[in-house]
């Protein structure tokens, strides 16, 4: 029996296809964006009026908090592709890969080990981003540029991870254009042609700077609670 709600007016579900409109706007050259729609902090009666609008990507910072509301909502939805875009702990590997689809921070050599060690144990396929640091921030997870290119080789060889591609998230007092640039140059040095790149205020930019997914989340939920999201 199909869902007869009319969600067309719910405030997410217009931000949702203004970001559409801006993306094919952008992508107008490319034709190859995909958007992951950030849901952390938002609860299923926020999310669900976009899962109705026809959104399936969605991004998650931490494991407990997607743990507590994705399996529901893909009972429903069962085409969900979740991806994880927080920093993972090793501790967490095996629930993380037991849900997420997409974990785009692998950043270490012992969380490499601990996802390759779960995948084989769960027989899952996954897909896997390295997320390079490209503003060396100290506050801020991701491997070193310098790093990156060596790591997704002992990623792929060693650990035998499917890396899809890098992730980065650009320091946010500086123009993020240099640090996309940085991404891609680094993506063709390493044999790899998928960037996670951009959110609400700049995947415009990223897009120009060859991104193929970028993570939209306040641009479409609105802002979060800073408190809850602690």
């Not at 926020?46 to 009972?75: D, Y």
């Amino acid at each position: 029996m199909h869902n007869t709600t009319d969600n067309s007016a719910d405030p997410a579900v217009i931000a949702l296809h203004h970001i559409h409109a801006r993306i094919i706007r952008a992508a107008l050259e490319s034709g190859r964006i995909a958007l992951t729609a950030v849901s952390k902090t938002f609860d299923d009666t926020v999310i669900l009026p976009v899962l109705h609008a026809g959104q399936r990507i969605f991004g998650e910072n931490r494991v407990q908090e997607a743990k507590a509301k994705w399996p529901q909502l893909r009972r429903q939805f069962p085409d969900i592709e979740l991806h994880l875009i927080g920093p993972l702990q090793s501790n967490k590997a095996a629930e993380a890969v037991a849900l997420f689809d997409v974990i785009e921070t692998v950043d270490r050599e012992k969380i490499a080990a601990a996802l390759a060690q779960e995948v084989q144990k769960q027989h899952k396929p996954m897909r896997f981003y390295v997320q390079v640091n490209t503003g060396l921030e100290p506050q801020k997870a991701g491997i070193a540029p310098q790093e990156a290119t060596a790591f997704v080789k002992r990623c792929r060889e060693h650990h035998k991870l499917t890396i899809e591609g890098l992730m980065c998230i650009p320091p946010a007092d500086e123009n993020p254009g240099p640090h996309f640039a940085l991404l891609a140059k680094l993506g063709k040095a390493a044999g790899l042609a998928k960037f996670s790149m951009g959110m609400s205020g700049d995947f415009e930019t990223a897009i120009a700077f060859g991104a193929t997914s970028v993570r939209v989340g306040s641009a479409i939920f609105g802002h979060r609670d800073h408190a809850a999201a602690q």
